[in-house]
């Protein structure tokens, strides 16, 4: 009689529609990106990401300890050294900042929540390139794995459970692999982030590291070029052929169709990053009274599972956390 009614039966009441969910977000799904800077006493605000802050080593602790009592099972630790030098040596030092960050959390949490670290040397060079320059001013792909194996090894010796190359060198998941396996750590995962585009969405983030690109530069020469799709699946088949365990789709909302591309092509645990611009964006808009913030950032996590996402880096995960938690 009336066939088109059908559709919307199953949505009269919350209970039938949450029987019928497709997609469910859970406090698993979330991964904390934290920020930790050498040399503060006092966690410094970010103002491009409000709620987000710079912490010291002890603020940190405290934090990632009520993440863990929230249920969130992992963190991603990026450091902010107290200087920078042409390599980025801080971020191999055993007694950088991530790596006294890692001990004192493995200390602080255990096995309760994952360590991974952010395996890059852009928060740690002078220049602000995610590698080692050459005479031309451009990023040396082979100079820069050699730098990022000492990273990983140094991240690893501190108690990383998973390393998280983030630079897009060429070669960086075999490299690192091999770095973790010669030094006794077969048991260190890599999340690649394997189809990382070169992205606006990535600046208050580089407000909270305090990264400039030397002389207005860009990271076009070696992250992936936003009108390509395919390009992410070849970056994907090759970490995965490198050896990563779990790779990457990152930004996420405005690369969707790339998330469920690779949910598609591959079965290893995939992660999208809800970036700096895209958390700000939400925040902005909710400050001005333009839109319900909560709703919307729930609304946006949700997506990026419903696309394919095993689970979301993201700077919601602590207000996400407590939402779900009712
Ligand atoms: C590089 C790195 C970046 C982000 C994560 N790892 C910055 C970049 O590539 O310029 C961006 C994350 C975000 O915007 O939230 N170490």
Redesign the pocket.
Known sequence: MFPERRLRRLRRTATLRRLVAETRLGVDDLVA?MFVRQGIDEPQPVVSLPGVVQHTRSSLRTEVAALRDLGVPAVIL?GIPASKDPEGSEAWNPDGIVQVALRDLRDEVGDDVVLMA?L?V??YTDHGH?GILDGNGSVDNDATLEVYQRAAVAQADAGANVCAP??MMDGQVAAIRAALDESGHGDTAILA?SA?YA?S??????DA?D?QIVGGGD?KGY?QDPPNAREALEEIRTDLAEGADMVMV??ALAYLDVIARVRHEVDVPLAA?H???E?AMVEAAAANGWIDGDAVAMEHLLAIKRAGADFILT?LARRAAEALAG
Not at 201 to 206: D, I, V
């Open positions: 990106p990026f952010d890059c852009d928060e995610c983030s630079g982030y990382k992205s969405l990535y600046g208050p983030f580089r590291v990264v990271r992250q990152k930004p990053y970036v700096s611009g958390y700077y």
